[in-house]
């Protein structure tokens, strides 16, 4: 069974940066792609951003430019370095992992999930 685990959240001030991690355990994910999305409340989860087992990358609108996702295979750890940070990013980020090798900005194509992990974005 894949356990992933978030960590790094936190509060933070407009233009701030913070690193988010994702330990994965139960399984090495080195083949499978990876994501982060994020869900504030009220609004519907959204797509931050995804990698795949040769660290092909994608990224959605909002976070393009700020945002920066890479893994440590050798760690089955996944990471989202975020800089620029504003208060509309505030939002339990989630990370998630699927059985396919593939990109997809689709969390219903993610087999496995996280927690989450609040980030506030506030002065």
């Known amino acids: 069974q894949v356990q992933l685990v978030e960590s790094g959240g936190g509060l933070v001030q407009p233009g701030g940066s913070l690193r988010l991690s994702c330990a994965a355990s139960g399984r090495t994910l080195s083949s499978n792609a990876m994501g982060w999305f994020r869900q504030a409340p009220g609004k519907e989860r959204e797509f931050v951003a995804t990698?795949?087992?040769?660290?092909?990358?994608n990224y959605g609108e909002s976070v393009m430019g700020r945002f920066t996702i890479s893994r440590d295979s050798a760690k089955n750890t996944m990471f989202l370095q975020m800089k620029g940070l504003k208060p509309e990013d505030t939002a339990i980020y989630s990370c998630?992992?699927?059985?396919?090798?593939?990109?997809?900005?689709?969390?219903?194509?993610?087999?496995?999930w996280g927690q989450g992990t609040q980030v506030t974005v506030s002065s």
């Open positions: 998630a992992a699927r059985e396919s090798k593939f990109l997809s900005p689709n969390p219903n194509e993610y087999n496995y």
């Open positions: 990698i795949n087992w040769i660290g092909d990358t």
